[in-house]
């Protein structure tokens, strides 16, 4: 009995191992899995400054080229003269540059590429966000390209329609976007001389976007994902734990009923062994036609049967009178 109590102890003992082994792996396999799904997230999410500073450079682009339209078709705007905004030299060969209201108020006339300027320093002030009207052949010297904007316009020769970088300046981290100035027969009127024609590329414009105020934002967002991702990592390791508990409970249970039904087999087994030996001594005494008292010490159920199976014993004893 000890023996087999010993054994199934030892049984159980392998099980719960068993039990704890698969949960473990279980468990690291959760956290893996979610780990990468945290990695994957977060990586989303940093890749998604990028990609909100390119659709702001990509908005800002198509809003400079709107306005450009605007005042393309109209050749130019006439605006007052101010300090911040004296007439253009380079449109000295305009014979209206220069015009007087009928109250003596001086205009002057604006080109595209004058507003634009104007109007990328005023953003710049506003929001941060850089703009450059730039060409490998600039008519103005200020407006001549950086070593990235070289690049960009050499490509844009090549078929590129578009480039993107991110550059530091001044110790900001800044996205920068270009895209093609193309020459159209309203372009012309000013930029006949220089040799361009219809279809040319022109120049073109880089945006700049500071990233900071995207990535604080993005950080703030990776820590919150971190702390989501951290409690349903949690849930779920607690979650397993909890089965792994159960499951170890019901084999420690089906374990113990196992034991019991061993012990009970066992005991009836040996009840029935020495019910036989009883049974066969009795039969002899009466085969020898002496009077026994055949008694068990065992339980009810032995007793029964013998009882049941007396008239039966004394069948065979006629063949020995
Ligand atoms: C009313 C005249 C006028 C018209 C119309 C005009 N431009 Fe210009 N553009 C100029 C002048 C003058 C400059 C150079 C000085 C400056 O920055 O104002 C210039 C500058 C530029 C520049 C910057 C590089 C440089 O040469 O300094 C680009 C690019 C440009 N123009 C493209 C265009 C395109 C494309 C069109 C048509 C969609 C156009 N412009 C229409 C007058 C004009």
Redesign the pocket.
């Given at each position: 009995m000890v023996i087999l109590f010993g054994v199934m102890v030892m049984k159980n003992e392998e099980k719960t191992f068993e039990i704890k082994k698969t949960f473990s792996i279980l468990i690291v396999c959760w956290l893996i899995i979610i780990g990468a799904f945290m990695m994957w997230t977060i990586n989303n999410e940093k890749g998604s400054v990028y990609i909100y500073a390119t659709n702001e450079a990509r908005a800002g682009f198509e809003k400079d080229l709107l306005y450009?339209?605007w005042?393309?078709i109209h050749?130019?705007t006439y605006v007052p003269v101010t300090e911040h905004t004296p007439p253009?030299p380079?449109?000295n060969h305009?014979t209206e540059r220069d015009i007087l209201t009928p109250s003596g108020r001086k205009l002057t006339?604006v080109?595209?590429?004058?507003m634009t300027?104007q109007v990328h320093e005023l953003g710049e002030k506003l929001y941060g966000m850089k703009g450059h009207?730039?060409?490998l052949?600039?008519?103005?010297s200020e407006?001549k390209p950086d070593d990235w904007e070289v690049e960009s316009l050499k490509s844009f020769e090549n078929g590129t329609i578009e480039s993107l970088a991110i550059k530091i300046f001044e110790g900001a981290e800044y996205l920068r976007l270009m895209r093609p100035?193309?020459?159209?027969k309203?372009?012309l009127?000013?930029?006949a001389k220089q040799g361009y024609v219809e279809g040319n590329i022109?120049?073109?414009?880089s945006i700049s976007v500071p990233l900071k105020s995207y990535k604080a934002v993005s950080i703030k967002n990776i820590k919150n994902l971190v702390i989501i991702f951290g409690v349903i990592a949690l849930l779920g390791m607690v979650g397993l734990f909890w089965v792994g508990l159960l499951m170890n409970r019901k084999e420690l249970d089906r374990c113990i009923a196992e034991q019991a039904l061993k012990e009970a087999t066992d005991i009836s087994r040996d009840n029935m062994i020495n019910q036989h030996v009883t049974t066969s001594r009795c039969l002899d005494a009466l085969a020898r036609g002496n009077s026994v008292k055949c008694s068990t010490n065992h339980s009810n159920g032995s007793s029964n049967f013998f009882r049941n199976n007396r008239s039966a014993a004394v069948v065979p004893s006629d063949r020995f009178v």
């Open positions: 450009r339209y005042s393309t050749g130019g253009n380079y449109l305009i006339l080109n595209p590429a004058y300027r009207i730039t060409s052949n600039p008519i103005r407006n100035l193309i020459v159209e309203s372009c009127k000013c930029h022109r120049g073109g414009i």
